[in-house]
């Protein structure tokens, strides 16, 4: 044991970022598994106004709210901050992040890494996609929705309905 990190004995918080435009069954079970292993974890609705989301981070909010209600150690909440600094305001212990692919795991050490800079408390934990969800993304739904194709295993059903609404299939 080193003194180097001080050992802390308390509920643990895992905070989810992501853009979640919308949530797909892929981010439902990277939820569902991460509540598993915190007490607390909140999904974090990043609002980055460098994208043009298809949906606000109201209508974000309220699909993420309706889905994830089954879990009562799960919280839904947005920021438009650093993630770190978003940590710091939460009592924030862990960032989860998902991994699909080689890709993504370029990407993502990049950012764990400029986090662990910009903030040596906060520790990023990476979860495996389940294989079953490995192609998929928000892009790729609205991808599929945009053209009126079958959506209804990517996305929970209150997901689908709002996909249709907005692109009127
Ligand atoms: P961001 O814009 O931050 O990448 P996303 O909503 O696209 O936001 O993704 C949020 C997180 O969820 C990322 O860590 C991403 O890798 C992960 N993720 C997205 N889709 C899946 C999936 N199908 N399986 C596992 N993780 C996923």
Known sequence: MTDTYEYVC?????VY??????VTLGHLDIIERGAR????????????????PLFSIEERLE???TVTKRW??????????????YMDAKN???????????????YE??????????????????????????????SIVKEIAHYGGDISELVAPEVETALRNKYKH
């Not at 308390?10 to 895992?14: D, E, G, V």
């Not at 007490?39 to 990043?46: M, Y």
């Not at 924030?92 to 370029?106: A, M």
């Not at 050490?109 to 800079?117: D, G, M, R």
């Open 63 to 65: 699909l993420l709210r």
């Open 37 to 52: 292993q915190f007490d607390r974890l909140i999904v974090a609705v990043l609002n980055n106004s460098s994208k043009k």
């Open 72 to 85: 009562p150690n799960v919280e839904v909440d947005s920021f438009s901050d650093l993630t770190v600094n």
């Open 92 to 106: 924030g212990d862990v960032i989860v992040r998902g991994i699909r692919s080689v890709t993504d795991f370029e």
């Open 109 to 138: 050490l990049q950012l764990a890494s400029t986090n662990q800079k910009l903030n040596p408390r906060v520790e990023t934990i990476f979860m495996m996609t389940n294989p079953k969800y490995s192609y998929l993304s928000s």
């Open 10 to 14: 308390r509920p643990r918080t895992a």
């Open 17 to 22: 970022p992501g853009s979640f435009d919308p």
